[in-house]
């Protein structure tokens, strides 16, 4: 048998085909992949851990692509290959210097076909953690059942579960999101999730929803502090132990039982905010699965986080364990010799 590795993720990834402008105004487009759980993964991957992704890919060039870029990443590729479907593709617009704009084709792609027994043979050789997303349990029901089956079985034989919500508009409502993700936060050792997602998976009502906006559109105002802390502690007590908020600019807060950290940004300048928030989490996991406490995981998010933004590329960009002090004290524009 295989041993375990350290991180295993499972969900869509796709290639994404980046513009530097208005898609409508043509030009060339640049091919990436793009998916939440892979971000993690290479991440934690260049962290120094052992990681495994695993999901489906058709057929076809797009789906070697993602397996090779993963692979050449140091991340171990666990795959089916559905030869009726399409590998899944997005298109990321830079329509401002300000505002990204992604446009989906993946309705019926190959990774929505995730099922419980991909899961169940992922599972077979074992993880310490096993990190999972609200994207892949909105892709479809047999996706979802995959989702809540993982998060059950790695809880039932002791491995450490992480749930970061990433909750998508364009995927599902969140009524539809709160109804399926709630009772997968049942299992999570660890829930992230941004200020407007907590109340997707907190039992109870989300504080923070004017009943005259749009449902689809999150709290109003965003959530106050006591909101926050009492979502949270409505978590913690159906037993989650740690419960992340990542407030992008404004950095992030972790709540456990023992008290609430909280940590910056790191001041950098920011040319491409797409996977930031994958990023931190990459980091917060792999310092969780290095030892460190609370306070080192948010600071080791946050570093991640800030080479995301800083550079181009959903993960692109992520560092080594040796290039996270680069960020620790460095001057803007500054070249190190």
């Given at each position: 048998?295989?041993?375990?590795?350290?991180l295993l993720t499972m969900g869509e990834s796709m290639v994404s085909l980046r513009s530097d402008g208005?898609?409508?105004?043509?030009?060339?487009?640049?091919?990436h992949v793009a998916g939440a759980e892979s971000n993690v993964a290479v991440g934690a991957a260049r962290l120094g851990h052992r990681v495994r992704w695993a999901g489906v890919v058709?057929?076809?060039?797009?789906?070697?692509?993602?397996l090779r870029q993963l692979r050449s990443e140091g991340v171990e590729v666990y795959h089916r290959k559905e030869a009726a479907r399409n590998t899944g593709v997005m298109f990321l617009e830079q329509r401002t210097a300000d505002v990204s704009r992604a446009f989906y084709y993946r309705a019926g792609s190959a990774g929505s076909t995730l099922s419980i027994p991909d899961v169940h043979a992922a599972l077979r050789d074992g993880a310490r953690a096993v990190h999972l997303t609200g994207i892949t349990a909105a892709l479809s029901p047999e996706a979802r059942r995959a989702v809540e089956y993982a998060a059950e079985r790695a809880t039932g034989e002791g491995i450490l579960v992480s749930l970061d919500v990433n909750y998508r508009a364009k995927l599902w409502s969140r009524d539809e999101a709160r109804a399926a993700l709630a009772p997968i936060a049942r299992h999570a050792a660890i829930?992230?999730?941004s200020e407007d997602e907590l109340d997707l998976v907190a039992p109870g009502a989300d504080p923070g929803q004017d009943p005259d906006s749009d449902p689809d559109s999150g709290p109003a105002a965003g959530l106050s502090d006591a909101d926050e802390f009492l979502l949270a502690k409505r978590l913690l007590e159906q037993g989650v132990r740690e419960v992340v908020v990542k407030r992008g600019a404004a950095g992030a807060a972790a709540y456990t039982a023992d008290g609430r950290w909280e940590v910056p940004a790191v001041p950098v300048t920011s040319i491409d905010t797409v996977?930031?928030?994958d990023a931190f989490t990459a980091g917060?996991?792999?310092a969780l699965l290095d030892g460190e406490d609370v306070a080192g995981r948010l600071q080791r998010g946050a570093v991640a986080g800030a080479f995301a933004v800083s550079t181009a590329g959903d993960w692109e960009g992520l560092p080594s364990t040796g290039e996270l002090a680069l960020l620790g004290n460095h001057i803007a524009g500054s070249t190190q010799r």
């Open positions: 048998m295989t041993a375990a590795v350290d208005p898609l409508s105004a043509g030009g060339s487009l640049s091919m058709g057929a076809d060039p797009h789906g070697e692509f993602i829930v992230i999730a996977g930031a928030g917060y996991l792999s």
